[in-house]
């Protein structure tokens, strides 16, 4: 059973920094993928970044130059740095994770969810 667990969200300030981490469990195949989304009230769910096996990456232009999307794939472990926040990023955020090669970006390519880790960046 695939499991994936987010980590690291919280209160921040404006201009701030937090550090995400989704814990993969089950992925007993490889290559597999891994992307980070994100949901505010009242909005559809939005792709923030995504990292194939060997490490190629998207990042959406809102969060382009701020956020960068990492994977250590011995520790099956993925990473969002998310730095200068902006109030507009909080959100839940999502990690998806599904099995190939590609670089996927689409909510739709996702097989498998985490739970979702609360960011809110707030004065």
């Known amino acids: 059973q695939v499991q994936l667990v987010e980590s690291g969200g919280g209160l921040v300030q404006p201009g701030g920094s937090l550090r995400l981490s989704c814990a993969a469990s089950?992925?007993?195949?490889?290559?597999?993928?891994m992307g980070w989304f994100r949901q505010a009230p009242g909005k559809e769910r939005e792709r923030v970044a995504a990292?194939?096996?060997?490490?190629?990456?998207y990042h959406a232009n809102s969060v382009k130059g701020r956020f960068t999307i990492t994977r250590d794939n011995a520790k099956n472990t993925g990473y969002l740095q998310m730095n200068s926040l902006k109030p507009e990023d909080t959100a839940v955020y999502y990690c998806?994770?599904?099995?190939?090669?590609?670089?996927?970006?689409?909510?739709?390519?996702?097989?498998?969810w985490g739970q979702g880790t609360q960011v809110t960046v707030s004065s």
């Open positions: 998806a994770a599904r099995y190939g090669s590609y670089l996927f970006t689409s909510r739709y390519d996702y097989s498998y």
């Open positions: 990292i194939s096996w060997s490490g190629s990456t």
């Open positions: 089950g992925l007993t195949f490889h290559p597999y993928g």
